[in-house]
């Protein structure tokens, strides 16, 4: 076992190589009052003057233990003015929070202890909180969630430092064990006290340690060793993964409203590991990263996606995501609202209609003399006035439409027509159709026109009407909307 000097000097090396502090800077400490924090701030008290940063201290009495509590904090405050270290303490009420929000009292716990930290580094100016975690703790939560089903992201256990918002979380005593810490603390005389809940096994955490451990450890004597080296495994594997996953999200997805899609056959190519880690990187995204959505949701939405048939699918995610794949494309985020009815009418030619719900505008014109030619592309159609029933309306679907499509005896559903056309079910109550005054479906541009008002070389006067996206500057608008 090292002594203090040899821990001393691990500290040293270990913020010189990741370049934590730097002489100007200052760092807050999290300071429970037991052997692991108060260690912590030991070492760092150690190291203040040599680094040239200023140093101090943050607890929290979260009021769970009555007087207990109490004296905790009050003996932090006392031994910090000792030493000479500022000291902030915060009295929250988490039993509660706990009955305000429903959270678990670990949960409730971080909560408000994370925001307290923050607060008082930024009261301080500083950039940094140093978190007494050290290598049983490591072992610990990855035994924890090894057993809770966790994937290779939770085995990497706890981070050795991470960024949140302007700050970075660091954890200098990650690698070092609790026998080593309380030999430091017995060596130069730290003082700390012992929290009685951690000999409570009602929490998961204490039965880990206090029962779990120990019987396992009769198998393997290591087994604290072997859970460390492979959170670190993890984290390095973990880490690459999500590069890789993040990659592809960028060059396969885009942001679409307040959800995403994605393109189903490119994201076929992607290897299973990437496709389940891209899925997991949308609902970090949407619903948090702390968001307990079950692996089976993720691996039930990687595989709608990837199925090789093309194919219509609606799947409730949770958490209020859903999954919405129309063919090649695929949507995940909150459900998007329906799209309600809409009519403009057309009163006369020479006019321009806006249609904001499908992001078109319709330029409809009179050409006087035969036009027998046909359309220059399918977002044109010409038509004979003199069998059209006026005003013309612009429109979106309603149940049971029905048109008489050019070269096709009889009529057809335009459901069935959108179906057959692959044409995406979130679209189709956007799409426009043109429809005379006589309620006939004349025309949907981009896909089928009737045999309704069809000009021929008799006609005297013929309809031109285009339908094309939103130009870039400003057009006239028929806003008669009915």
């Known amino acids: 076992m090292e002594t203090g000097s040899d821990l001393l000097d691990r500290m040293r090396a270990l913020f010189r190589r990741e370049g934590w502090l730097r002489p100007g800077e200052r760092v807050v400490a999290a300071v429970s009052g037991g052997p ?20 101090a201290a943050a607890h929290v009495n979260h009021r769970f233990r009555g007087t207990e509590s109490d004296a905790e904090a009050a003996f932090v405050r006392r031994v910090c003015e000792e030493w000479g270290v500022p000291c902030e303490i915060a009295l929250i009420d988490v039993p509660a929070y706990i009955a305000e929000t429903g959270l678990s009292p670990q949960e409730a716990a971080r909560d408000k202890r994370y925001a307290f930290l923050r607060e008082v580094a930024r009261r301080y100016g500083a950039r940094t909180i140093a978190l007494g975690h050290h290598a049983d703790d490591q072992a610990e939560t990855v035994l ?97 993964l999500d590069g890789e996953a993040g990659r592809a999200l960028s060059d396969l997805a885009v942001r679409d409203g307040a ?73 995940i985020g909150p459900s998007r609202p329906s799209q309600a009815p809409f009519a403009y009418q057309v009163t006369a030619a020479d006019t321009d209609v806006v249609v904001a719900e499908s992001g078109v505008v319709f330029r409809v014109r009179r050409m006087d003399g035969p036009r027998t030619s046909l359309p220059g592309s ?39 027509m959108f179906v057959d056309a692959k044409i995406p079910r979130s679209e189709r109550d956007q799409r426009p159709l043109l429809t005379d005054g006589a309620d006939r479906i004349l025309w949907i541009p981009g896909l089928r026109r009737s045999r309704h008002a069809v000009p021929d070389a008799a006609s005297r006067s013929v309809i031109r009407v285009e339908c094309v996206p939103f130009p870039r500057g400003p057009e006239p608008v028929d806003d008669t909307a009915t």
């Open 378 to 416: 399918r977002r044109e159609a010409f038509f004979d006035e003199a069998e059209l029933a006026w005003p013309l309306v612009i429109r979106n679907r309603k149940p049971g439409d029905r048109m008489a499509p050019m070269g096709l005896n009889g009529s057809k559903k335009v459901q069935d």
């Open 144 to 240: 924890m969630r090894l057993l809770r089903g966790s994937g290779i992201g939770g085995l990497a256990g706890i981070p050795m430092r991470r960024a949140e918002k302007e700050l970075e979380l660091i954890r200098p005593l990650l690698r070092i064990t609790k026998g080593e810490l309380l030999l430091y603390d017995e060596r130069y005389g730290v003082p700390y006290v012992t929290d009685s809940s951690n000999a409570d096994p009602h929490y998961f955490r204490n039965a880990i340690r206090l029962e779990v451990m120990p019987l396992l450890e009769r198998f393997n004597p290591q087994l604290r060793g072997t859970l460390i080296r492979l959170a670190e495994l993890a984290s390095a594997d973990h880490d690459y």
């Open 36 to 55: 692991d924090s108060m260690a912590l701030l030991h070492l760092l008290r150690a190291l203040s003057d040599e680094f040239g940063i200023g140093l």
């Open 259 to 331: 959800g995403w899609s994605l393109e189903c056959r490119r994201f076929r190519d992607l290897h299973v590991a990437l496709q389940r880690r891209t899925i997991k990187l949308i609902l970090d995204c949407l619903a948090g990263p702390r968001s307990s959505l079950p692996f089976e949701r993720v691996e039930d939405a990687a595989a709608a996606i990837a199925a090789d048939s093309p194919a219509v699918v609606r799947m409730d995610v949770g958490a209020d995501i859903v999954l919405i794949r129309e063919y090649d494309v695929a949507y």
